[in-house]
């Protein structure tokens, strides 16, 4: 077994890591965010037919139609707008599948760290294609971002967990991120303990 100072410093890795907070909330993709003024418009409406002040008067029976009105507009504008998010989605992840297939051929991986959504696909990729795992081991410098260095070990861990050891084997343990350090450790040691 190599000590830790042979072993490859993981991606991203500065002293000043250790001590930074995890962020606790992380929206997906937002892909329903569009469809939030058709609800907004539902309930809008709804407690105009259930409020008796709004019945009464010559405005009531307006103001109940502007609401439907705009319910269903809101409602029409949502559901084109989630089918359009949907369709830009599937082609950038797409996009992603490619360059991942590139840097298994070529080890260039040119992928935008700071978007969560390319993250999200990178890890899902990692999850079903060990191939991306199999180069990284092969080359650990050939991906300098933590970020991204972090989510194609999380993805590869999720399906092929008795490959906690070699990630283990590669990287420096006090270089890697806690979260992944722990969850390398905890399926290593279950392997040994079979």
């Known amino acids: 077994m190599q000590s830790n100072k042979s072993k490859a410093i993981f991606p991203g890795y500065t002293e000043t890591n250790k001590y930074r907070l995890p962020p606790f909330l992380m929206i997906r993709a937002g892909v329903l965010r569009p469809i939030i003024p058709a609800i907004i418009g539902a309930g809008l409406t709804g407690l105009m037919?259930?409020?008796?002040?709004?019945k009464m008067g010559k405005c009531g029976e307006f103001l109940l139609s502007a609401s439907i009105l705009v319910f269903a507009t809101c409602a029409c504008w949502g559901k084109y707008a989630v089918e359009h998010k949907k369709d830009q989605m599937k082609e950038r992840a797409n996009?992603?599948?490619?360059?991942?297939?590139i840097y298994i051929r070529d080890g260039v991986l040119k992928i935008n760290s700071d978007d969560k959504f390319n993250l999200l696909?990178?890890?899902?990729?990692?999850?079903?294609?060990?191939?991306?795992?199999?180069?990284?081991?092969?080359?650990?410098n050939s991906i300098?971002?933590?970020?991204?260095?972090?989510?194609?070990?999380?993805?590869h861990l999720k399906s092929h967990p008795v490959d906690a050891q070699k990630i283990l084997d590669v990287f420096n343990i006090e270089t890697?991120?806690?979260?992944?350090?722990?969850?390398?450790?905890?399926?290593?040691?279950?392997?040994?303990s079979r």
């Open 49 to 54: 037919l259930t409020n008796e002040n709004y």
């Open 144 to 155: 300098t971002d933590k970020k991204i260095a972090e989510n194609i070990l999380f993805g």
């Open 95 to 101: 996009n992603i599948n490619d360059i991942v297939k």
């Open 121 to 140: 696909v990178l890890q899902n990729i990692a999850k079903h294609n060990p191939g991306i795992f199999d180069k990284f081991m092969q080359n650990p």
């Open 176 to 192: 890697m991120p806690n979260k992944l350090r722990r969850r390398a450790t905890i399926y290593a040691n279950r392997i040994k």
